[in-house]
């Protein structure tokens, strides 16, 4: 049997916009009410997608969400017609308008956590919705993400999918993004990895001063009982309080795993040393690189500003790794010549391929929040809803589904028009058909 990693990249949707919605987030605040490109936003992700899809890994994709969220929006005692929904709270209530029209969606890392089926007491692949209870905006994320999931895994027999853990910052819960899997090979039962920024129920640990923890110990704990982990595969490491007061929201903007590599900025974790001789002694008698860039190198706030761990490592056909970079990382001296010595250099990684994935970027989002990694074997690869995987059909498909419905420009001010709600309704209801996902979207269930 074969094994694969496998990306699903999240597509970007009709109303990407930058809002400056996410405190602690530094480009997200900086770029508050810059005009955007959904049309460019979607094709420089489906590029990203479609160049690992050419190298020739598995690559698959996942439907945004419907924006502006008009069913929350008449939850929150907005009436009458969809058009006048819009209008009272783009007027009465406009921070709260702009949180139901993110597209933050596409930033799949934060969908879900997944295990492997090696790693679980059942043998299926476990799937866990984020909740998001940090920002408002991302919290009206995990019940439609849920389903989509469901319609892309949707076979008993090979995928379990779970409940997002109860909404509450006491179970904060980010997803894949403070989630790392490190294994020998990807059927081989791994090591899974739960970054998290603060204790719940213990406020007498250490916690940032400055920005939100968005993920608690409480909820890592959580998903690893309900995935049905094992203690001897799992380890548990706090993320630095004072990185995360540098705009580290995510600790997948500090590192990044895959297979027998830890690559990691010396600042990144709390008790980095017991943590990694955990990790050491969980993974087995085969040595993990703990790959360490110090301050000298690349400052913390060099690395937020490029995302150099925000990069994807993969493994290439030929067993090596490559790095899926952003081209800020190209653009930054520091960065550049630190990602040209480190392919000279006696790790597995010996690739580095720069992507322009600006418009995401500008929100905080570089290519490994695009994705989803999913580890399967090729049974559970052929029981994935096919018309999901981007092979070369799929990839025009969706190129010329762009072309048709997607903005070139889009202001914050345009976000109440109804026009654009109806565009984004029509474009969804065309992608659940080519992706074939069934009625997903609230604006299908009326
Ligand atoms: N690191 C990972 N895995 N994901 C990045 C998510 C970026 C997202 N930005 C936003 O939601 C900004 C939206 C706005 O401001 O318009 C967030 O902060 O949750």
Redesign the pocket.
């Known amino acids: 049997m074969q094994h694969f990693e496998v990306n699903f990249d999240g597509l970007v949707g009709p109303t990407h916009?930058?809002?400056?919605?996410?405190f602690g987030?530094v480009a997200?605040l900086n770029?508050?009410n810059a005009s955007s490109s959904p049309k460019q936003a979607a094709k420089q992700g489906l590029q990203k997608a479609k160049a690992l899809a050419d190298m020739g890994l598995t690559q698959g994709v996942l439907a945004p969400q419907e924006r502006p969220d008009v069913l929350t929006l008449r939850r929150l005692g907005f009436s009458g017609t969809d058009a006048q929904v819009l209008e009272k709270a783009a007027k009465q209530a406009p921070q709260v308008f702009?949180a139901c029209c993110?597209a933050?969606s596409m930033?799949t890392?934060?969908a879900a956590t997944v295990s492997p089926s090696a790693d679980t007491a059942d043998g299926k692949v476990h799937f866990t919705p984020a909740n998001?209870t940090n920002?408002f905006?991302?919290s009206l994320e995990p019940q439609v993400t849920g389903r989509i999931l469901q319609a892309t895994f949707n076979n008993d027999k090979y995928f379990k999918h779970h409940t997002h853990l109860p909404d509450n910052e006491f179970f904060g819960d980010?997803g894949a993004?403070n989630h790392t899997r490190l294994c020998q090979n990807y059927g081989h039962e791994g090591v899974e990895i739960f970054t998290f920024g603060r204790y719940a129920f213990d406020t007498s640990k250490p916690a940032p001063q400055k920005y939100p923890a968005r993920q608690t110990l409480e909820a890592c704990q959580a998903i690893a009982r309900l995935h049905g982990l094992s203690d001897e595969n799992v380890v548990y490491v706090q993320q630095n309080p004072n990185v995360i007061d540098q705009g580290v929201?995510?600790n997948?903007?500090i590192s990044v795993g895959n297979q027998n590599v830890l690559f990691y900025h010396e600042q990144a974790f709390h008790n980095t040393d017991a943590a990694f001789a955990e990790i050491q002694q969980k993974f087995g008698d085969e040595k993990v690189y703990f790959i360490k860039v110090d301050s000298q190198q690349v400052s913390v706030e060099e690395a937020v500003k490029t995302y150099l761990f925000?990069t994807q490592i993969v493994t290439m056909t030929n067993g090596d790794m490559a790095i899926i970079a952003p081209t800020e990382c190209r653009d930054s001296k520091a960065v550049s010549s630190y990602l040209s010595d480190l392919v000279t250099q006696n790790t597995p990684i010996k690739q580095i391929h720069y992507f322009d994935v600006k418009q995401s970027m500008r929100?905080?989002?570089?290519p490994?929040?695009l994705r989803l990694r999913v580890a399967m074997n090729d049974q559970e690869v052929d029981a994935v809803n096919p018309n999901t995987l981007l092979y070369d059909t799929l990839f025009e498909r969706l190129n010329l589904w762009v072309d048709k419905h997607y903005r070139d420009q889009l202001l914050v001010a345009d976000l109440h028009d109804p026009q654009l709600l109806i565009e984004s309704r029509t474009a969804l209801d065309e992608l659940t058909q080519i992706l074939k996902l069934g009625s997903v979207y609230p604006f299908q269930q009326d």
């Open positions: 916009n930058y809002a400056g919605l996410s987030n997200s770029n508050a702009l993110s933050s930033w890392a934060n998001l920002k905006h991302r980010e993004a929201f995510h997948d903007v925000n929100n905080g989002g570089g490994a929040c």
